[in-house]
C-alpha cells in the first residue's frame, strides 16, 4: 500500500484508489485550500459563533448572580444591623424564666386538694383532731373521734372505697366517743392535678 498520493490535481488527489474533491490540506499555492469549500466555512463560522454566544451568555450570568448576590449582602447586613441583641439576650431569659415557672407549677403540690379529697369520705359523725400530711410520699397521718364503734366501722368502710388505704391504730373509748389514729395512703399524684 502506498501511503503517498500518486496524481496530485488542483482540487482532486486521490490515494489509493480514493478521490477527494474540494479539500486538501496542502496546496503549492496556500496552506489554507481547504477553507474554499462553503461547509467546511460555514461550519467553522457556526462554532467560532456558537462559542461567542456561549461565553457571552456564561459572563452575563456571572454578572447577573454578582449583582443578585451584593445585593443580597446588603440586605443581610441592614437586617443584622436593626437586630438589638439586648432584647434577644432579655428574651432567651424570660423564657428560661417561663420553663422553670411551668416545671414549677407542674410539680407543684396542691395541698388544698387533700382537704377536698378528705371531706368527701369523711362521715358526718367524725371530727378530725390533727394532720400530718407528707404529700411527696403521699401519706397523712390524722387523729380523729367517731361518735361510736359503728361509725368508726363505717369510716374504716368508707375510706376503702376511695382513693385512700387506711390503717387504723391506737383505738380507745373516751367520755367524748371512740378516739383513733389513721394512717392514710394515696397516690401523691393526685395532688399534683389541678
Not at 462559542?51 to 448572580?65: D, I, M, P, T
Not at 386538694?113 to 371530727?127: A, R, S, W
Not at 388505704?165 to 389513721?182: D, P, R, Y
Amino acid at each position: 500500500m502506498d501511503l503517498i498520493p500518486k496524481t496530485k490535481n488542483s482540487g482532486e488527489f486521490s490515494m489509493a484508489g480514493m478521490k477527494s474533491q474540494g479539500i486538501s490540506i496542502y496546496d503549492d499555492k496556500t496552506d489554507l485550500y481547504f477553507l474554499r469549500d462553503k461547509r467546511v466555512l460555514l461550519s467553522f463560522v457556526a462554532i467560532i459563533v456558537f462559542l461567542a454566544a456561549w461565553a457571552g451568555l456564561k459572563a452575563y450570568s456571572v454578572f447577573v448572580l454578582e449583582k443578585k448576590l451584593s445585593a443580597i449582602s446588603v440586605e443581610i447586613g441592614q437586617i443584622e444591623a436593626g437586630v438589638d441583641n439586648n432584647r434577644i439576650k432579655k428574651l432567651v431569659e424570660l423564657d428560661k424564666t417561663i420553663s422553670v415557672a411551668e416545671n414549677l407549677l407542674d410539680s407543684h403540690v396542691y395541698d388544698s386538694k387533700f382537704f377536698g379529697m378528705i371531706e368527701k369520705v369523711t362521715l358526718p359523725l367524725v371530727q378530725w383532731s390533727s394532720l400530718s400530711l407528707i404529700p411527696e410520699q403521699g401519706t397523712a397521718q390524722l387523729g380523729g373521734r367517731a361518735a361510736s364503734f359503728s361509725v368508726l366501722a363505717r369510716q374504716i368502710l368508707s375510706f376503702r372505697s376511695s382513693d385512700f388505704t387506711a390503717e387504723i391504730s391506737g383505738i380507745s373509748l373516751g367520755n367524748e366517743g371512740v378516739t383513733f389514729s389513721a394512717l392514710l395512703r394515696f397516690d401523691p399524684g393526685l395532688l399534683r392535678e389541678k
